[in-house]
């Protein structure tokens, strides 16, 4: 019996884009998570409409620090999108640069959300609007804090090689979850800075 002969052929690289089955789990995870948000967000509008003295407590919000912290986080979803195409081309400099940029952004934002936490004038349970305040910023917060674990692992999983041309559907779902941050942010500053403007 003559030996069977097998011509070499390189290992398969996986799902890619919407074929990937993690690109449909960070879909059903920004669904339920937006949900999450749009309740916060609707309990504010609700507790406001019911409220019979000044709202905002205390006045209008002031934006020194969150019209920047706005801005950084937009700017960080154009560097992840950046990195993203990058990896797309078998560039991984630009992947490392670009997602190196969105980190230190992220992390600036974290920054200045602890300043202006610092300087409110209330406490988590001083009203209904410190706690709804509270509690949306500091869930942002968590997944902005979420966003830098999964940007640091991309990081690392680039730098050791794991991402290619041919193999990068991880960096386009990690590029996807700060989208995400980043839209919920603008509900959020929307509602919390921009709202009691608008009566």
């Known amino acids: 019996m003559a030996d069977a002969t097998f011509a070499p052929q390189a290992l398969p690289v996986g799902s890619k884009g919407?074929?990937?089955?993690?690109?449909?789990?960070?879909?059903?995870?920004?669904?339920?998570?937006?949900?999450?948000?749009?309740?916060?967000?609707?309990?504010?509008?609700?507790?406001?409409?019911?409220a019979h003295d000044v709202w905002p407590p205390g006045g209008r919000p002031h934006f020194w620090i969150a019209v920047p912290?706005?801005?950084?986080?937009?700017?960080g979803s154009f560097t992840a999108r950046y990195a993203e195409r990058g990896i797309e081309r078998g560039n991984k400099p630009r992947m490392l640069a670009g997602m190196g940029v969105t980190l230190v952004l992220g992390i600036v934002f974290l920054l200045l959300q602890g300043v202006e936490w610092r300087g409110k004038p209330f406490t988590f349970t001083s009203s209904a609007y410190s706690s709804l305040y509270f509690t949306v910023t500091g869930f942002h917060m968590l997944h902005v804090f979420i966003g830098l674990l999964i940007i640091i692992m991309l990081m690392i999983w680039t730098a050791f090689d794991y991402?290619?041309?041919?193999?990068?559907?991880?960096?386009?779902?990690?590029?996807?979850?700060?989208?995400?941050?980043?839209?919920v942010w603008i509900a959020v500053f929307s509602t919390f800075y921009i709202a009691p403007y608008l009566g």
């Open 163 to 183: 991402f290619g041309a041919r193999r990068h559907a991880a960096a386009s779902i990690g590029a996807m979850y700060w989208h995400f941050v980043t839209v």
């Open 18 to 50: 919407r074929h990937a089955s993690g690109w449909w789990g960070m879909i059903a995870l920004i669904v339920s998570e937006g949900a999450l948000f749009a309740y916060l967000i609707f309990s504010y509008f609700y507790i406001a409409s019911q």
């Open 69 to 75: 912290g706005t801005i950084i986080l937009i700017v």
